[in-house]
């Protein structure tokens, strides 16, 4: 086989034709290919004697395809082009789809920016992300890894990483309390409208705690239920009720500026317990999957943490300005 049927077989021969076709400089030609100068003119010389053909009108800067070098153009550009795409597909690294799970409250902007940060270091990795976060969703196989707001009662096969515990006190706006009234007492709720949430995974809250005690059973006159924390804020500004749901968290501004208060001195709601849930055995099988849940409990974790404590900022800071205590209205386990 000749140095010219080497070059014709050759695919950087056709891709210094194709580009110095378009430049009509073998200089520029040289410095996308990566080669010497030198070294493009022999490919397309060796193409040029296999075809027996000139391809170039070199008596003129820049060079210009000579009839032939037109017509071979059109037909091997295409080829090139696809076959250059094919090798690039062959050697890019696979992307990996995480189906990821997480309550609706966080689905709409926390968690987004997070994954899309993750993909920014590992561009390998795709996610897929619905609004629910529960345990069952990862058992069941339809994610590889949520988000959930309680520790799931049934663990096995579960990896679960704890992110942070996390309750609400009792709001009100002072609109609604100068129409409803104070109340001064659990029993109190019973004249009252409660703003509840309640998901398909959780149930309404039923009961309060104070100091670890639980409260009696929660009585209202009215309900209003919500599915997540942004319908219930919406709501609870509107002057509508009473909700024991509610993190503080979303309602940083209107607790400084007045808009609500905390009430009810000392109760709280069952803490919610966020945690990252994946199945076990395809943490061990999937190194990806479980290198990205190891991530993310840290990130949710000083997130979530960042995020409760901004909200029991304001929380103290609304209290102090009623006189009552933060350690008092947030503690809200069993001692």
């Given at each position: 086989m000749t140095t010219s049927q080497k070059q014709f077989k050759n695919?950087?021969?056709?891709?210094?034709?194709?580009?110095?076709?378009?430049?009509?400089?073998?200089?520029?030609?040289?410095?996308?290919?990566?080669?010497?100068?030198?070294?493009?003119?022999?490919?397309?010389?060796?193409?040029?004697?296999?075809?027996?053909?000139?391809?170039?009108?070199?008596?003129?800067?820049?060079?210009?395809?000579?009839?032939?070098?037109?017509?071979?153009?059109?037909?091997?550009?295409?080829?090139?082009?696809?076959?250059?795409?094919?090798?690039?597909?062959?050697?890019?690294?696979?992307?990996?789809?995480?189906?990821?799970?997480?309550?609706?409250?966080?689905?709409?902007?926390?968690?987004?920016?997070?994954?899309?940060?993750?993909?920014?270091?590992?561009?390998?990795?795709?996610?897929?992300?619905?609004?629910?976060?529960?345990?069952?969703?990862?058992?069941?196989?339809?994610?590889?890894?949520?988000?959930?707001?309680?520790?799931?009662?049934?663990?096995?096969?579960?990896?679960?990483?704890?992110?942070?515990?996390?309750s609400s006190p009792v709001l009100a706006t002072p609109e609604y309390i100068d129409q409803a009234g104070l109340p001064r007492s659990i029993a109190d709720l019973r004249y009252h409208t409660g703003l509840l949430q309640k998901s398909r995974l959780h149930p309404v809250t039923s009961i309060l705690y104070s100091g670890g005690e639980p409260s009696e059973l929660l009585r209202w006159k009215n309900v209003f239920i919500a599915n997540d924390q942004y319908s219930l804020k919406h709501v609870l500004l509107r002057g509508y009720g009473i909700t024991i749901d509610l993190c503080p968290q979303f309602v940083v501004d209107e607790l400084d500026s007045g808009r609500c208060i905390p009430i009810l001195d000392g109760w709280a709601r069952?803490?919610?317990?966020?945690?990252?849930?994946?199945?076990?055995?395809?943490?061990?099988?999937?190194?990806?999957?479980?290198?990205?849940?190891?991530?993310?409990?840290?990130?949710?974790?000083?997130?979530?943490?960042?995020?409760v404590m901004a909200g029991r900022r304001a929380l103290e800071r609304a209290l102090m300005r009623s006189g009552a205590s933060l350690d008092k209205t947030l503690r809200t386990e069993k001692d």
């Open positions: 695919l950087l021969a056709w891709e210094a034709f194709l580009h110095t076709a378009r430049t009509g400089n073998i200089t520029l030609t040289a410095q996308v290919l990566n080669i010497d100068g030198s070294a493009v003119s022999r490919l397309i010389k060796g193409l040029e004697e296999e075809l027996e053909q000139p391809l170039f009108d070199r008596s003129s800067r820049p060079f210009s395809l000579t009839p032939r070098g037109k017509r071979l153009r059109e037909e091997v550009e295409p080829l090139v082009t696809g076959f250059e795409a094919l090798i690039s597909r062959r050697f890019e690294e696979p992307k990996q789809i995480i189906r990821v799970s997480a309550p609706a409250d966080l689905s709409r902007d926390i968690i987004p920016e997070q994954l899309m940060n993750y993909t920014i270091e590992h561009p390998n990795v795709q996610f897929e992300l619905s609004s629910l976060g529960s345990a069952s969703e990862v058992l069941a196989g339809a994610v590889d890894a949520a988000l959930t707001q309680h520790r799931p009662s049934n663990n096995a096969n579960l990896t679960l990483r704890p992110c942070i515990t996390a069952p803490a919610w317990d966020l945690c990252i849930v994946t199945r076990s055995d395809q943490e061990s099988s999937n190194p990806t999957l479980r290198h990205f849940a190891q991530w993310w409990a840290n990130e949710e974790m000083v997130g979530s943490m960042s995020r």
